[in-house]
């Protein structure tokens, strides 16, 4: 009985939070209120007051919520098999970031940085250093430590690369095609002096 009941609750709570990022990436923070969240979540304004006690911590929780979904696609793109280094990048890039594109959801979170009441950049900066780790991770396992030394990389440092050029392109494109083009040609540029696994084999 109760696990059940923590089970309806949770998935009312990812509802909740789903339905917050959908209003919060439209109308903006400071433009979207608690009456905006709940009816679009289809809950009473004090239901929605039970769960979050005011909207900083409701944007908090349905950003962190929003990272992790974006973790796990990156993750399911860059372990994607048959795929080429270059391609999974690509996708891990525009799972990462693409997504955001004519959104007013990620210059909000730049913006609530600033914010502490907000308490954002320990979620934001932990989910950055999530992002690059696994990027890394694929790089090194589809390059070789002899090309890594003759060009004078980690990858570590190619991974910092691409999600910086990435980060400019969310705000540079005009279209999430346009953002994946930018991604496309930064990721053929970063990886040009490798010798990657598909072509070892």
Same mark, same amino acid.
């Given at each position: 009985?109760?696990?059940t009941?923590?089970?309806t609750d949770?998935?009312?709570?990812?509802r909740?939070?789903?339905?917050?990022?959908?209003?919060?990436?439209?109308?903006?923070?400071?433009?979207?209120?608690?009456?905006?969240?709940?009816?679009?979540?289809?809950?009473?304004?004090?239901?929605?007051?039970?769960?979050?006690?005011?909207?900083?911590?409701?944007?908090? $929780? &349905? /950003?962190?919520q929003?990272?992790?979904?974006?973790?796990?696609?990156? %993750?399911?793109?860059l372990? #994607?098999?048959? *795929?080429?280094?270059?391609?999974?990048?690509?996708a891990?890039?525009?799972?990462?970031?693409?997504?955001?594109?004519?959104?007013?959801?990620?210059?909000?979170?730049?913006?609530?940085?600033?914010?502490?009441?907000?308490?954002?950049?320990?979620?934001?900066?932990?989910?950055?250093?999530a992002?690059?780790?696994r990027?890394?991770?694929?790089?090194?396992?589809?390059?070789?430590?002899?090309?890594?030394?003759?060009?004078?990389?980690?990858p570590?440092a190619? $991974? &910092? /690369?691409?999600?910086t050029?990435?980060?400019?392109?969310?705000?540079? %494109?005009?279209?999430?095609? #346009?953002?994946v *083009?930018?991604?496309?040609a930064?990721?053929?540029?970063?990886?040009?002096?490798?010798?990657?696994?598909?072509?070892?084999?």
């Amino acid at each position: 009985m109760t696990s059940t009941r923590s089970t309806t609750d949770s998935a009312r709570r990812e509802r909740v939070l789903a339905a917050a990022l959908e209003v919060f990436g439209r109308h903006g923070f400071r433009k979207t209120s608690m009456e905006d969240v709940a009816r679009s979540a289809d809950i009473s304004r004090q239901g929605l007051y039970l769960h979050f006690p005011n909207k900083e911590a409701l944007f908090r $929780a &349905a /950003v962190r919520q929003e990272l992790d979904t974006a973790l796990d696609e990156v %993750s399911r793109r860059l372990d #994607e098999e048959g *795929a080429g280094l270059d391609r999974r990048i690509v996708a891990a890039l525009d799972a990462w970031l693409g997504r955001y594109v004519g959104s007013m959801l990620a210059s909000d979170i730049a913006n609530m940085l600033e914010n502490p009441a907000t308490q954002l950049k320990d979620v934001v900066d932990t989910a950055i250093s999530a992002f690059d780790a696994r990027l890394a991770a694929a790089i090194a396992s589809e390059t070789t430590e002899n090309d890594r030394r003759r060009l004078g990389v980690t990858p570590e440092a190619v $991974a &910092a /690369v691409l999600h910086t050029i990435g980060q400019g392109s969310k705000y540079l %494109s005009g279209s999430r095609e #346009e953002f994946v *083009a930018r991604a496309s040609a930064a990721t053929q540029l970063a990886l040009a002096g490798f010798r990657t696994g598909e072509e070892r084999s």
